[in-house]
């Protein structure tokens, strides 16, 4: 079946410009997460939706990333005014709910802030 | 909030050698510990994970190995292939909110 999907796979940007980035989950899984993967680095945590409950923003880096997720579906993380330290590759994943089920990684959006 | 630390962060062996990484994580409330796998230029993909009910899990040559008095947690790799270097992520639940390690990029030489 179709998995986690992502999209643009490359995204080029000019600094101070605004940019938004696709998640489309696996049908049926009502966790969806947002992760940043700098080069080399670790998985940094970002923000996840459960369901239609109050998402957990409290790794998002600062007030230029916000993320929504329309219908309890696709999710939409997005950077204003976007600087050099933004670039990353940005990871969406879901699972069936929180908690103890495995989540299921797309292939991610490489971010170039130029 | 979950803190997750992992070491080392570079692990490289031999063919055939095992290979172990660990993990400790700061909540005690933490009850599910997932390792992810990835592979240069692909996404992580679950490879084991243990519950805070068990103190061992394995499956083939990996095994994960949990002490929740301590707070640590190692994935164990034995007969280590080429196939098997990737970068490896541990990871702690807490009141379903999931905390990544740094991640061990692990090579084995053949």
């Known amino acids: 079946g179709a998995g986690v999907s992502q999209s643009p796979s490359n995204k080029v940007t000019e600094k101070g410009k605004d940019v938004e980035l696709r998640c489309d989950p696996i049908?049926?899984?009502?966790?969806l997460y947002w992760y940043r993967q700098s080069l080399g680095q670790g998985l940094e945590f970002l923000i996840y939706f459960q369901g239609n409950s109050a998402p957990d923003k409290s790794g998002l880096p600062s007030d230029r990333f916000s993320a929504e997720r329309t219908g309890g579906s696709v999710s939409t993380l997005t950077i204003q005014r976007t600087q050099q330290e933004d670039s990353a590759v940005y990871l969406c994943?879901?699972?069936?709910?929180?908690?103890?089920?495995?989540?299921?990684f797309g292939p991610g959006t490489r971010l170039t802030v130029t | 909030g979950e803190n997750v630390e992992q070491h080392p962060s570079t692990l490289s062996v031999q063919e055939g050698d095992s290979a172990v990484i660990k993990c400790t994580y700061s909540d005690s409330a933490s009850n599910y510990f997932p390792w992810y796998k990835q592979e240069l230029g692909k996404r992580p993909q679950l490879i084991i994970d243990i519950r805070s009910n068990v103190g061992e899990k394995k499956d083939q040559r990996i095994a994960v190995t949990l002490n929740k008095t301590a707070k640590h947690f190692s994935l164990h790799i034995t007969e280590t292939q080429p196939e098997d270097s990737a970068v490896y992520f541990c990871a702690a639940e807490s009141n379903n909110d999931m905390r990544f390690g740094a991640g061990t990029r692990l090579t084995v030489k053949p």
């Open positions: 994943a879901s699972s069936l709910a929180t908690g103890t089920y495995e989540q299921y």
């Open positions: 049908s049926g899984h009502t966790a």
